[in-house]
Each structure stands twice: as C-alpha cells, then as structure tokens.
C-alpha cells in the first residue's frame, strides 16, 4: 500500500483518487478551495421568483462510456449516481447574415441529411468526406494517445501509425487548412474552427488533428447531467469517501517534496510540518507545478504558449427564449475575434476583447435549474487570458468587465436574441475570476494552448504525476477522466 496524496480536488483528482483507493491504496487529496470539482464550478442565485442554478464550468459530457468504466473501476454503476439525458441537437449554429440554422446531433446519416437541408448538397458531401477522415484520426488517437502515456516527441514519432494514419492526420497542417482545402462551405468551415476552441487554441494554429474533436462530440453524442453538470463531482466524491479516500478542502499545498530524483511529500500552508507521500499526484495546472510546487525550469519553458480563457455571463432570464440547450451565434469575422483573443505580442499587438465574438449560450431544460416561467443562461465568449503581458488583459481594470458584459448583451441583440429588458440579475466572470477561484494560472482554461503535445503525465521526480486538463491527453471531461486512468494504471495497485 503506497501513501498518496493528490493535490487538487478537480475531475481529474477526484477521479484518480477513487481508481486508486479501489486498488488499495491510502490516499489524501489536499484542495485550496472551498469545495470540489475545480473548474466544474457551481453557482446558485436566489430571487423573489425562485432560486438560479449554473454551470459555470463545462456544460456538455461527452465520451460517456470513459464515465461509465471509471465508475464500474471504483466497483459502482454510473446510473445509480447520475441522470445522463442524451441532447439533440448537440449545438445549435446561428451563422452571420440570417439564413437556416444547422443543428448537430449524434446520427452521421441525419447530420449530413441536416447539413443538405440547411447549406446545400455540396456541403453535405464535403461534411462527409471529411466524417472518413476524421473517423480515421479518432480511430488512431484513441488507439495509440489517448490511453497511454506519451512523454516526449520520441514517444509520438515511436507509434506504430500506419501510412493511411499518417496521412489523416497532416502533421504540419492546421485545422484551418484542413477545413479549407476539404469544406467549400464558409458556414462548415467556421463550424469546423470552433472546435479548436475546445483545446483552447487558434484554429490557424492548432493542429489538424483536433478533427478527432468533433468526430469524439458527433459520434459518440452529447449529454447533459439532470440537475447540471457539477453533480458529477458530487458523485465522484462521493466515491471517494465511499472508498476512504480523506479529502481536505481550504487546504493549499505550497511545496512538493522531493530530493535524490524521487518525492517525499507536500507542504501545506500554515503547517509546519510535511505531509510524507510514496507518491504525489498533482491535479493543478502543469505552469502551477513546474513554476511553484516543484520549480522546474526546463519544464516551464515549454509552457508559454497559453489557452484563450472565457469571458461568462450568469443570467436569469423571464420568459420562453425558443432557444436549443446549446447555441452558437458566429461573428461576420471569425479571424477578428482570434486576432483579439490572442494578440500578437511579437509584433507589438496586444490582445485585447474581442468587438464581436461568437456567443456560446447554454440555457437547460431543467426544472431543476430554474424556476417555472424563467431561464438560467450560461453566456461564454472567447477571451485573453487575465494578465498585464502583451498576450492578457487586465480583467480587473475598473469598469471593464462590467462594459464588455453590456457590449455582449448588445451583440446578441444584434443576431436576434435581445434579453435586455426580461434581465431578472447577470453576472459576471471573468478570467482574473476563474484565477482566482481554481487557480488556473491567468484564467487559462486549458492550460497550454492544444496541441499534439501536452505536458507529460510522468513528472521529473519518481513518484509525481500530473493529471487534468493540462496535461496529457488534454483538456474537457472525458480527457481528463482519461488522464486519471493512465496515471492510476501506471502507479497500479497495491496488491
């Protein structure tokens, strides 16, 4: 039996917290936060026409069995602990210029019948053409990336990719290139952009590989938890302490521990004395671990290309939007947007809002969520991580938050959906918000921006691991429960 500890109390955490201790193992996670489920944040509003209830964090699960063998790991069944209610459509996309909408949903076949009935026949064609090849990247990721450890280049030059592998996959493509040369479709092509969002990245810049996104999303469906998608991580605590895992919150871990090439344990704020640890399994971002916990130099310095953060609004709406669970209203000019979000430090262009972003609004058909007769909306736009850097904004400069939640208002207006005057309350998080309350440095929601290559799950000391959403295989739910089962595999019980 090894003496664990696991920093952070996030999906990830939580979830090889409850693979471990059903191998055996004596685990404690230490969490900062008042509560669990790190960026799985919740929040609750209480007016005179009843109580508000948000996600503030992911709003869509996908990928369900990856939920239901973690659970089935720990010696417990999925259902008996969550409502999984299957959406169709997935997304819906409003396109600039008026027109039909496209909804997604989980059937290639009526996807594409979709497609035909709202872009043309051409377009459906195109769509599924690129469906092979994306079908060819999800099924070569999932067999050789996504349930492994992939430390270094070395090991992704070392799969045993076959040609017809290679050549889905483009190395040295973008995802903008590949829509562009497969998709004639501006409206496909901006869809199929989108998705590079999901790994915090510049579709000109993020791979063509991340096709296995969508593909991932449309193949296998999407879900919505009945009462929002934070009853996730009551479930996986509640496997956890089921389990006798001893989880601590308002506890930050301020040190890692390690001397002689291996760990020792963590210190804890305001204790003087260390935590001893067989292993420590760091569920915060790998620029936490590798900048504070366990200055790595060389490590760090593979950090600096960051993930875009997200700009929210919280509202409570009065009366019937007509709208879908998720909808995507797209800008006239989506490369504005990543030119904002991002900058261009190197040229002396600092990031900065964006004027006119797509507008990501979740509004759940969920009596549990809302009271009769209202709406809780979920408002996400792209933003710059929170900082004073040329690639940042400094989110917390009086009147700006406040000013650009107004101008988001106005936007939506602008493409038909205005809810300025049926506004019970709004909110406002920004990325200095989800700093502060996860510890995601900047408010970086993924970490690095997405690539081929995250941060390694194996650290430089014997006995750390990384998991999460930075780290490998990447950042959403199921990748993240994925991350937990490769470092649980590898640790391996302790029988």
């Excluded at 050549?167 to 501006?186: C, K, M, Q, T, W």
């Excluded at 506890?251 to 003087?272: K, S």
């Excluded at 400094?394 to 650009?404: E, K, S």
Aim: hydrophobic share 45%; net charge neutral.
């Amino acid at each position: 039996m090894a003496r664990i500890v696991v920093v952070g109390a996030g999906v990830g955490g939580l979830a090889t917290a409850a693979r471990l201790a059903a191998t055996g193992h004596q685990v404690t996670v230490f969490e900062a936060a008042d509560t669990v489920g790190g960026k799985l944040g919740r929040y609750a509003h209480d007016t005179p026409a009843g109580s508000f209830h948000f996600d503030t964090g992911p709003s869509l699960l996908t990928l369900p069995e990856v939920f239901h063998d973690l659970f089935e790991a720990t010696g417990a069944k999925l259902d008996e602990y969550l409502d999984l209610v299957p959406l169709d459509p997935i997304v819906r996309h409003v396109f600039p210029g008026g027109g039909p909408t496209l909804d997604s949903c989980a059937d290639p076949t009526e996807f594409a019948t979709r497609i035909g009935a709202a872009l043309g026949d051409r377009a459906a064609a195109d769509w599924q053409r690129l469906w092979r090849r994306a079908a060819r990247v999800w099924e070569a990721s999932s067999r050789d990336i996504l349930r492994r450890t992939v430390d270094s280049p070395r090991d992704l030059a070392s799969l045993a990719w076959r040609l017809g592998d290679l050549a889905a996959i483009a190395p040295g493509r973008s995802l903008r290139g590949l829509g562009r040369r497969h998709l004639s479709d501006p409206r496909l092509r901006m869809l199929l952009d989108r998705y590079a969002t999901y790994t915090g990245a510049d579709p000109r810049r993020a791979p063509a590989a991340l096709v296995a996104v969508p593909y991932a999303e449309l193949a296998f469906g999407g879900w919505y938890l009945r009462g929002g998608l934070g009853t996730l991580a009551d479930a996986l605590l509640t496997r956890c302490l089921d389990l006798g895992v001893v989880v601590q919150t308002d506890t930050r871990v301020t040190r890692i521990d390690a001397t002689g090439g291996r760990v020792h344990g963590v210190r804890l704020a305001g204790v003087a004395a260390p935590v001893p640890a067989d292993v420590v399994v760091a569920n915060v971002d790998a620029l936490t671990v590798y900048r504070d916990l366990l200055p790595h130099p060389r490590r760090l310095a593979g950090l600096a290309d960051r993930s875009l953060a997200g700009f929210v609004l919280l509202l409570g709406v009065s009366g019937d939007s007509g709208l879908a669970h998720h909808n995507v209203f797209f800008p006239r000019d989506y490369d504005a947007e990543f030119d904002a979000v991002f900058g261009d430090p190197g040229r002396g262009v600092r990031a900065r809002p964006a004027a006119d972003p797509t507008v990501f609004v979740t509004v759940a058909d969920d009596p549990m969520t809302r009271p009769a007769g209202h709406e809780a909306w979920f408002v996400l736009v792209n933003a710059a991580r929170q900082g004073v850097a040329g690639g940042a904004v400094d989110w917390r400069r009086p009147g700006l938050a406040d000013a650009y939640a107004d101008r988001i208002l106005d936007v939506l207006a602008e493409r038909g959906v205005d809810v300025r005057d049926r506004l019970l309350f709004r909110e406002v998080r920004t990325p200095a918000d989800l700093d502060t309350a996860t510890g995601a440095p900047g408010g970086a929601i993924y970490g690095t921006a997405g690539g081929l290559l995250r941060p390694a799950n194996r650290g430089p000391a014997h006995g750390l691991w990384l998991v999460g959403g930075s780290s490998h295989p990447g950042g959403g739910l199921p990748m993240v429960t994925l991350s937990a089962q490769i470092v649980a595999e590898e640790i391996g019980p302790a029988w």
